[in-house]
């Protein structure tokens, strides 16, 4: 079965300074890979996936993501963070297989913003 | 009007209480889930269904049952609430003919607290 791993639990970083929250998943294949945003009190967000194609991809918020194959990996970055950036951030990997599918989810990480 | 609609947005309940929580789309997805979120634990997996008479269990399905009314209706209950239901529960849905690479659309949860 599929897992992921976000081993960061919380963040802190300072406003305009840049961001990275690491992603691990374990999968046999090329898993699709998402990247989720949970502001306080709504309901999760997605900020972009990968599923094929060029592995470094583009989400909103100016958020990006780098699919690593022999890392097992796809980090989210922001090159400047903004105060609404402060979130709950989650990372899901899901089967590449038609007719399964569903989303494994990590445990989040929390990002506080510094002014 | 919001693509995936959860009622209640907020339920205190007594343990013993029978209780249900609703989900309802307009996004034309075949498929529905129930998660729960748990500080610390992420999202688990409750139920899926991919269509009206596909019903499935998922990580921590025990104690909870759901109901797939329509394609565009999914409900989930608790028989007998417990305290250590206490949890934010997250209704979801995707289109089976993206095969996944798409995500998930998530409603805006359900705060249920069991006293």
């Known amino acids: 079965a599929q897992s992921v791993t976000q081993p960061d639990i919380h963040i802190t970083v300072s406003e305009g300074a840049s961001l990275e929250l690491r992603c691990n998943y374990s999968?046999?294949?090329?898993?699709?890979l998402f990247w989720y945003v949970q502001s306080p009190g709504q309901g999760l967000q997605l900020l972009l996936k990968?599923?094929?194609?060029?592995?470094l991809v583009q989400g909103i918020k100016g958020f990006e993501a780098e699919f690593k194959r022999s890392q097992s990996s796809f980090n989210l970055r922001k090159p400047s963070v903004h105060w609404s950036d402060a979130a709950e951030y989650f990372c899901?990997?899901?089967?590449?297989?038609?007719?399964?599918?569903?989303?494994?989810f990590g445990t989040g990480t929390r990002l506080t913003i510094i002014p | 009007d919001a693509d995936v609609t959860q009622t209640p947005r907020n339920r205190i309940t007594k343990t013993g209480k029978r209780i249900m929580l609703e989900c309802s789309q307009t996004?034309?997805?075949?498929?529905m889930y129930w998660y729960r979120q748990d500080p610390g634990l992420g999202l688990r997996l409750i139920y899926y269904?991919?269509?009206?008479?596909?019903?499935n269990k998922g990580e921590i399905s025990d104690g909870y049952s759901v109901s797939r009314q329509a394609q565009a209706k999914f409900s989930l209950s608790l028989e007998s609430a417990i305290p250590n239901q206490t949890a934010l529960y997250f209704c979801?849905?995707?289109?089976?003919?993206?095969?996944?690479?798409?995500?998930?659309?998530f409603g805006s949860g359900t705060r249920l607290t069991v006293v």
């Open positions: 990968y599923f094929s194609g060029d592995t």
């Open positions: 899901a990997v899901g089967l590449s297989n038609f007719g399964n599918e569903k989303l494994t």
């Open positions: 999968y046999g294949a090329t898993p699709y």
């Open positions: 269904s991919f269509d009206v008479k596909d019903i």
């Open positions: 996004k034309g997805h075949d498929r």
């Open positions: 979801a849905t995707s289109d089976a003919g993206t095969g996944g690479r798409y995500g998930y659309t």
